[in-house]
């Protein structure tokens, strides 16, 4: 565990488990010289084996490069990613990653769309149907195997995008704010279906979101960043029976942790509002 991590953990459940996904002092600056802007500033933590892991923060705080990092986007950075010891320096097959826009191909049907990487490695169109089946299934998309996105809605062709991502069985399944297009209710119904998801396959997963009870509902640890430049601010066990049912989502427990999380990101929010109203001031005067 990292020194950063040893100071910003809350008391909470024991850990278990091995580090599969290691963010190491990781820093990453776009331009040069004078006008040089530090997005990620030394952060560090990890994700062990099975987890589910979110990180959030206000807007401007890195949370999207550093997601592109870790898939493998973005290079170029100082400190280190680490896939069992692998540093990333480019898309790694032990990633797979489910991006804001849902992704599905319009001229596809759904089976065909989760079924696409395995035909991209040439698995057999048998094998490759039967898989596809299985996660179509398991996102809750039995009977619209033949459909195409064009028929569905927000919600299930954003499924779909999971379908075929998990269809590669990732060691790491990372998420951009994957659900930031859809209504609050079909969220939450979707994010049910992740947490299924996630405890059926023990699948370690990454989510990037700026939704506070969104986080809450899916992780067990939460990584809090501060505005520009991103650094770890605190990470915050989320010590909530699963399945979290509706009862759990709607206890004072819950709630609880939401306005922990809000009181931590109030402050960077602050920040991020007053820079900009700072520099919309700026821009008026010298318009």
Not at 81 to 93: F, K, N, Q, T
Not at 182 to 210: A, F, N, S, Y
Not at 215 to 228: C, F, G, N, P
Request: with cysteine; charged share 25%; glycine share 8%.
């Amino acid at each position: 565990m990292t020194s950063v991590e040893t100071k910003s953990r809350v008391a909470g459940k024991p850990e278990t488990g091995q580090p599969v996904l290691i963010i190491d002092d990781v820093v990453k600056t776009f331009g040069d010289a004078e006008e040089a802007v530090t997005a990620v500033d030394h952060v560090s933590f990890n994700v062990k084996q099975g987890e589910f892991v979110a990180v959030i923060g206000p807007s401007g705080c890195g949370k999207s490069t550093l997601f592109n990092i870790i898939g493998g986007l973005l290079g170029e950075y100082d400190g280190n990613v680490l896939i069992d010891d692998e540093r990333i320096s480019g898309p790694h097959p032990s990633v797979g990653m489910v991006f804001q826009e849902e992704s599905t191909f319009p001229w596809r049907s759904v089976i065909d769309n989760v079924a696409f990487p395995l035909e991209l490695r040439g698995v057999a169109k048998s094998e490759r149907y039967d898989r596809a089946r299985h996660f179509i299934g398991l996102v809750g998309l039995d009977g619209f195997e033949k459909r195409f996105p064009s028929q569905l809605s927000g919600g299930m062709k954003q499924r779909v995008s999971i379908a075929r991502t998990l269809v590669s069985n990732p060691r790491i399944l990372l998420m951009d704010e994957p659900f930031a297009a859809l209504d609050e209710q079909t969220r939450l119904l979707l994010g049910d279906k992740i947490t299924q998801i996630q405890q059926e396959l023990k699948q370690t997963t990454l989510l990037i979101t700026h939704n506070l009870t969104e986080a809450v509902q899916l992780s067990d640890r939460i990584v809090v960043m501060t505005y520009r430049p991103g650094k770890v601010k605190r990470i915050a066990d989320i010590n909530l029976p699963r399945p979290r049912t509706s009862d759990v989502v709607g206890s004072d427990a819950f709630g609880h942790y939401v306005a922990e999380i809000w009181n931590d990101l109030r402050e960077e929010a602050s920040r991020g509002m007053q820079e900009s109203e700072q520099v919309a001031r700026a821009d008026r005067r010298h318009g």
